[in-house]
């Protein structure tokens, strides 16, 4: 639908929504990982999880709102079959008013054969890996081609490293030649907007080895390269054997962050928040939204909502999730909250804020709550300001942590 037709059936000015869908499947876990992902080797529990997934789609449906962006991320999206992607799409369009030019996102990794992955996973954890299926029995070209007619128009692929033994290390299960392979499956079946995902700190990493994966990265052509240093998050088991493994320290960690984005910018990306680059007008639509504090729908295990003036929390449990008890914590968000959201999350991109916006949200003039801290920090080199905007510049940017707890008074 487009948005005057909307106007037209409803009488009003729409109200933009995005939609997250979450897919916790993956083939194997990554050493680093402590998203919400569970091993899955069964078409049944998938199966049973999509049938899930239609029924809260169905209880959550509503036409006020113009859907723009829809976001399949995981998990391994791509270990659902493109049939059930297609179901969930339908579902969708079915209970929500979905734009005609609307975003679509899937987040997939890279594609192997059950030969790589036993000569490529360097652990073992109780698998057998003999089990392991090509996601995609009719080749991946047909799975990608499949999923551009019905609808998908943008990938996020999970590459990290160009380097084969930094992937070992963190329990990647492809190799950069397969993952070189899917993307170009992906631009062969019509994807002209791909996202990859490069990592830096990680064990036994380099500047060197960082920027021979950063131009391999940028030859690969995508529009959209998200770049995130390593989080060592407690509980995984990585953070259990990090003494075993050279992890590069926060100074190294700082220089390559720095190394990066001089590539990224003298090849022609636009640094547009502090962690995603992008080509002309390729920027994501629907990880924007987060960004701006719009609106937005998660649905499936796990995921959360900003909608309605709340943040919803769904369900993390499987078996609740799967019989029905979908959205475990339903929070009102206090004006203070947004506020400290809105600084925090507008001030990690680019374009910054807007002090109008700012003043129309909260009632607050910027300048008079912040002007200060904000002048002695722009004194330093970390700002750039017009009469209504304010935004870190990539002095800022390097440092955004300090500089976002020195303006809103917190510990980092
Ligand atoms: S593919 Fe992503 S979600 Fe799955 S285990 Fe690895 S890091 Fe976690």
Not at 86 to 106: H, K, M, P, Y
Not at 358 to 372: A, C, M, P, S, T
Request: aromatic share 12%; glycine share 8%.
């Amino acid at each position: 639908m487009t948005m005057i037709d909307f106007i037209k059936n409803n009488d009003k000015s729409p109200s933009f929504l995005g939609i997250y869908i979450h897919i916790p499947f993956c083939r194997t876990k990554c050493l680093y990982c402590d998203f919400c992902s569970f091993v899955s080797r069964s078409d049944g529990e998938r199966e049973e999880y999509v049938s899930a997934l239609l029924k809260e789609i169905e209880a959550r449906g509503t036409k006020e709102y113009l859907v723009d962006t829809i976001y399949f991320g995981g998990g391994t999206p791509s270990l659902l079959s493109s049939k059930q992607i297609g179901r969930i799409l339908s579902a969708l369009r079915e209970n929500f008013v979905v734009c005609e030019d609307v975003e679509i996102t899937l987040e997939c990794n890279p594609m192997i054969s059950k030969r790589d992955v036993e000569e490529a996973v360097p652990y073992g954890d109780g698998l057998d890996l003999r089990d392991v299926e090509d996601v995609a029995p009719y080749g991946v070209e047909g799975y990608f081609a499949q999923l551009r007619r019905i609808g998908v128009n943008r990938l996020s692929i999970g590459i990290q490293s160009a380097i084969d033994s930094e992937l070992k290390l963190i329990g990647r299960r492809h190799t950069f030649e397969e993952a070189k392979r899917t993307f170009f499956a992906a631009r062969e079946s019509g994807f002209e907007n791909i996202s990859v995902d490069l990592m830096f700190g990680i064990p036994s990493q380099t500047m060197e080895s960082l920027e021979i994966s950063l131009r391999q990265f940028i030859s690969l052509g995508a529009e959209h390269i998200s770049i995130y240093s390593l989080q060592l998050e407690e509980g995984t088991p990585l953070y259990r054997l990090q003494d075993r493994y050279i992890i590069p320290d926060d100074d190294v960690v700082a220089s390559m962050y720095e190394n990066v984005v001089s590539l990224m910018k003298e090849a022609g990306y636009s640094h547009y928040e502090i962690s995603n680059f992008a080509k002309e007008d390729r920027e994501s639509r629907h990880n924007s939204k987060y960004w701006r504090l719009d609106e937005y729908l998660g649905l499936g295990v796990a995921a959360h909502s900003d909608f309605g003036g709340k943040r919803l929390e769904n369900t993390k449990d499987m078996a609740k999730y799967l019989s029905g008890e979908c959205v475990e914590n339903e929070l009102v968000i206090g004006e203070s909250e947004r506020e400290f959201e809105f600084l925090m999350l507008g001030l990690r991109t680019s374009e910054g804020i807007s002090k109008s916006e700012f003043l129309h949200r909260f009632g607050i003039d910027f300048d008079v709550k912040y002007g200060e801290k904000v002048k002695k920090l722009e004194k330093m080199g970390y700002f750039w300001q017009n009469d209504d905007r304010i935004a870190l510049n990539e002095r800022g940017f390097e440092v955004s942590n300090m500089i976002l707890a020195q303006i809103l008074d917190f510990d980092y």
